[in-house]
């Protein structure tokens, strides 16, 4: 099967797994709080925490984090905090990171279980022998990965500085990019360089159909079409502006456009309305009509879980040391190159 059917497999399997822990939660309702907010609220100073929250989260866990952002503005807080407790309202890999750069803090997530299509499209081991087969390549691995695919990264990179760290290095050092197909090429785009790519791809963005954004850009002819780097090349040919999640959330302020359609996680909307009230925003469509561009993974999080995340002080992140250490030099280089 190819990335892409394992990815929708994985999709499928996490969309019949959410509706069962939807379940669960119901049976738990009568022992929580009755002002969730005002709970974590509570609990945010009893542990000395901190709530990090992507911007992909749904809506209430967005408005209780402290900080919100992409991958990037997600590490440098990460990086910087002076919490003793660290809550990840994210997927898996971004917690991974959080505990890399915290080895001595408590890393909470408050759904083991919200992983990421793109991650699993690269296992370790498979990937240990990719990097074999081409000695002398520097691995630049994005950020969307496991830990032990870290480990045998040389530096990370997000959409944010994906271009910018490629451009940094020499014309002649060849260069691996993991793991995902669709941002590998278009910073080979920008960049004009060959760099030989793991083939990985995210299942939302690999979801959203161009003939559909094709009919939206009909039916408002005044709205921009924008998209994350990490949607197939036919999608993004379609973008008057391409580039992260935190890039397309400023573009959306400072343009004059009062019409955008969205291709990417529809998540970040939230945030898009918040800061330009006046705009409208639409969420480009999947290929079919279901919510497939909403990350499942994402979805598993939920303000009931982070504040039992808190309350219990587990779901707990950990790793070996050695996966740690190794883990932590590319992401200390990233940082370094992004300062």
């Not at 760099?195 to 939206?216: D, N, R, Y």
């Not at 780097?229 to 456009?257: M, W």
């Not at 291709?263 to 009509?289: R, S, Y």
């Not at 982070?306 to 740690?324: F, G, H, V």
Request: proline share 6%; aromatic share 6%.
């Amino acid at each position: 099967m190819n990335a892409q059917g394992n990815n929708l497999q994985l999709y499928a399997t996490s969309t019949v797994f959410t509706t069962t822990l939807v379940q669960r939660d119901k049976t738990s309702l009568d022992h929580l709080p009755l002002d969730l907010f005002t709970a974590i609220e509570s609990l945010k100073k009893e542990l000395n925490a901190v709530i990090l929250a992507h911007y992909y989260q749904e809506p209430d866990i967005q408005d209780i984090a402290d900080c919100i952002g992409d991958s990037l503005q997600l590490a440098k807080a990460a990086a910087n905090t002076n919490a003793d407790v660290i809550v990840f309202a994210g997927v898996h890999f971004m917690a991974e990171t959080a505990k890399i750069l915290n080895p001595d803090k408590l890393v909470l997530l408050p759904d083991l279980n919200a992983g990421c299509s793109l991650a699993d499209t690269c296992p370790p081991k498979e990937f240990a022998a990719f990097k074999s087969a081409h000695p002398n390549h520097l691995v630049i691995s994005y950020i969307n990965c496991s830990a032990e695919i870290k480990a045998m990264s040389d530096i990370i990179c997000t959409s944010s500085n994906a271009v910018k760290i490629v451009e940094s290095l020499p014309q002649d050092q060849q260069i691996i990019f993991a793991p995902d197909r669709n941002l590998g090429r278009y910073v080979m785009e920008k960049t004009g360089r060959d760099l030989v790519l793991w083939q990985g791809s995210c299942v939302v963005h690999e979801t959203f159909s161009e003939k559909k954004i094709a009919q939206l850009k009909i039916a408002y002819p005044e709205a921009e079409a924008i998209a994350h780097p990490e949607c197939e090349t036919s999608v993004l040919r379609h973008a008057s502006f391409i580039g992260s999640t935190a890039a397309l959330l400023k573009y959306c302020q400072e343009s004059p456009t009062k019409e955008f359609i969205v291709a990417t996680e529809p998540g970040i909307i939230h945030q898009m309305q918040k800061q330009a009230p006046h705009k409208h925003f639409i969420p480009a469509p999947p290929l079919n009509n279901c919510a497939c561009n909403e990350c499942p993974f994402m979805r598993l999080n939920t303000l009931e879980k982070l504040y039992w995340a808190m309350k219990n002080r587990t779901p707990e992140i950990t790793m070996s040391e050695d996966i740690r250490l190794a883990a932590l030099q590319p992401i200390q280089r990233m940082l370094e190159m992004s300062a």
